[in-house]
Every structure is written in C-alpha cells, then in structure tokens.
C-alpha cells in the first residue's frame, strides 16, 4: 500500500487540529485505523465502525441504492417506520390510518388490503 504525503492541509485547520487527527490515524499492512473508532481491512474489504453512522439530517439519507443492495442485514434489534416491499407493497401501523391497534398491509395504490390485530 503507499501512502500520499503530498496532501495540502487547508488552510482554516490548524497545525493543533491536524495533529489531533494525525495521531489518531494508523496506516498498517492491512489497511487503515482511526482512534479505534474506523477500522477498513484492506484486505478482506471490511469496514468496522465502533460508533453510531447517522446521516446530517433525519430522513435524509439512504443506505444503498435500487442497484447498489445489501445482500444481507444483521441486527440485534431493527426499530423501522414503514415495511416498503420492491413491488409497491407496504406494512404500516393500523393506528397511523385510523384503523385501530395492529398493522396494516396496504397494495401498491396504498388501498388498505388487510389489518392484523
């Protein structure tokens, strides 16, 4: 692996700024290390993330694309608004349409199929 040292620090970070970063970033045989916070494997490709990965405002980033997917998803728990299938189809909660306690399942016009209670 090489490594730039040409970068231009610009010029509103200052020398103390830089540092603090600099001595957080690790460049190793296997890839890169940022105070124990981002780890990326060069070479089996994974990305580790020892914090939280929010987006700059609510609702206001995806994970993926229509052609860019996750082949699978791990979770312990998955706390979600709407259930949106590929087809249209979704799962929302009965309670939002006025339809009592439970989910519903709507069509791809967003017509009320079935309601579980």
């Known amino acids: ?9 610009p010029p509103q970070i200052t020398s103390a700024d ?14 890169i290390t940022f105070g124990g916070v981002l780890e990326v494997d060069r070479v089996d490709g994974v990305v580790k993330v020892g ?3 929010l987006p700059l405002s609510d609702a206001s980033a995806s994970i993926g694309s229509p052609g ?3 082949s ?3 979770a312990v728990n998955v ?14 909660e009965a309670e939002r349409l006025g339809l009592g306690e ?12 079935v309601v579980l209670r």
Do not use: C, K, P, Q
């Open 1 to 9: 692996m090489s490594l730039r040292t040409d970068y231009r620090v």
């Open 18 to 31: 830089w540092n603090r970063f600099a001595e957080n970033f690790t460049v190793g045989d296997r890839g």
């Open 51 to 53: 914090g939280d990965i």
């Open 68 to 70: 860019l997917r996750w």
């Open 72 to 74: 699978s998803i791990h």
């Open 79 to 92: 706390v979600s608004g709407d259930y949106v299938f590929e087809n249209g189809w979704r799962i929302v």
């Open 102 to 113: 439970g989910l519903a399942i709507l069509d791809d016009r967003r017509r009320v199929r």
